[in-house]
């Protein structure tokens, strides 16, 4: 089973990925660093979509949605970005535990 | 199909590496470089599950746009020579914990699963289908998906700009 590509061997990679953006968001305290846990995520998300549409389901629907995945998470770079240089502005600082003026 | 499993051992070993170069570099921009080889790798990936179509707009949008932009942010807000990082000691810890269960779980699911999988998946082109298909079936989602991007746009314009307060 392990001498020919196959599907595991792209869900194992996909895994992968996930676990390793879950620990960048976990661990690190830099906003950025964090967004980039979040894009990490999102692409182990996608592997799963297209090694599933490839070898399970066919067709082109998972396709379709890794596109509308790789979409949003354009978006949600921008906006999180612009958030985070906004911040940056207002306090000098990007770590996330000194962003809690909300708190008082 | 030999070619094959070394391409893939290439592009998953770049995909890893990288990955796991994000949350372990002290340096926040080698957690961007960390990040350009596992998006690449990814890239590599789409190609050998035939999604042409899928790599060239990952390698457009990913490395083009959302990297550039994350290099962006990370030169304009943080000293990019500071050793010390974000990382505590004891987050690290539990970090490197919850990694390896999950990363256990996964990859034995992964592996031991039975999966349903087709023997012999065929390679085409995908673009015209791709085409056709954000046209004809997927028009809704299309449609919502270019007004989100419009609202993104002017959302991220409206947060980021300086203001200039007169007092």
Redesign the interface.
């Known amino acids: 089973m392990m001498e020919h590509l196959s599907l595991s061997h792209f869900l194992v990679v996909g895994g992968l990925l996930f676990c390793f953006g879950l620990m960048t968001v976990l661990t690190r305290r830099n906003a950025v660093a964090m967004l980039m846990g979040i894009e990490l995520i999102l692409n182990g998300a996608n592997v799963n979509l297209v090694a599933f549409n490839h070898y399970a389901a066919g067709g082109l629907s998972g396709q379709i949605f890794a596109l509308f995945v790789i979409v949003l998470a354009a978006a949600e770079a921008a906006v999180g970005l612009a958030i985070i240089l906004a911040i940056y502005q207002m306090i000098r600082n990007i770590d996330t535990a000194n962003i809690a003026s909300l708190r008082q | 199909?030999h070619t094959?499993?070394v391409v893939?051992y290439l592009f998953?070993l770049a995909?890893?590496v990288g990955?796991?170069g994000?949350?372990m570099s002290r340096n926040?921009f080698w957690?961007?470089m960390g990040?350009l080889s596992?998006?690449v790798g990814?890239g590599g990936?789409?190609v050998?599950?035939?999604?042409d179509?899928?790599a060239v707009?990952?390698l457009l949008?990913?490395i083009g746009?959302?990297l550039v932009?994350?290099i962006?942010?990370?030169m304009?807000?943080?000293q990019i020579k500071e050793i010390e990082?974000?990382?505590?000691n004891v987050?690290?810890v539990?970090?490197?914990i919850?990694?390896f269960l999950?990363?256990t779980l996964?990859?034995f699911?992964?592996?031991w699963a039975p999966?349903?999988?087709?023997l012999r998946?065929e390679s085409h082109e995908?673009s015209a289908?791709?085409g056709n298909?954000?046209l004809g079936t997927?028009l809704l989602?299309f449609e919502v998906?270019s007004v989100?991007?419009l609202a993104?746009?002017i959302?991220?314009?409206v947060?980021?700009r300086?203001e200039i307060k007169e007092d």
């Open positions: 199909m094959n499993l893939f998953a995909a890893v990955a796991a994000v949350p926040i957690s961007a990040l596992a998006l990814v990936l789409y050998l599950l035939s999604a179509f899928l707009t990952q949008v990913y746009g959302v932009l994350i962006f942010a990370v304009l807000t943080s990082v974000s990382n505590q987050g690290l539990s970090g490197a919850l990694f999950t990363g996964l990859c699911v992964a592996i999966w349903k999988a087709v998946p995908t289908a791709i298909g954000l997927w989602p998906a989100v991007l993104t746009l959302g991220a314009i947060v980021a300086k």
